[in-house]
């Protein structure tokens, strides 16, 4: 399980490293233009129930710690579908992986 810390918030926010890798991708892509968007979860099972919303903004400082060494290989379609959602006026809402099909 991975973890972003972000701002001064001293509770880190929880992501399985596989999402946390897909996700980074994302916002790095939307900071690295310098704009600004929402992030939302549903907090994890073990967790006190509900959903959680951040600003993310270039100028808050942002780290992503992953308890994997190694970096997942990475889904294209389902950074495509994050990346459509960080571009909607709701900002990034982390779903579930998007797995490719094959064509009919």
Known sequence: MGSVQYGGGLDPIHIEDR?????????????RRNESFTLSWQHPEEEVGGRSTIWLHPSIPLRFTFDEPETPQ???????ELMLSANSTGGIMLIDEVLETPEA
Do not use: G, S
């Open 74 to 80: 990475l889904n294209a379609k389902w950074i495509e």
């Open 19 to 31: 999402a946390l890798a897909h996700l980074k991708v994302v916002i790095a892509t939307k900071l």
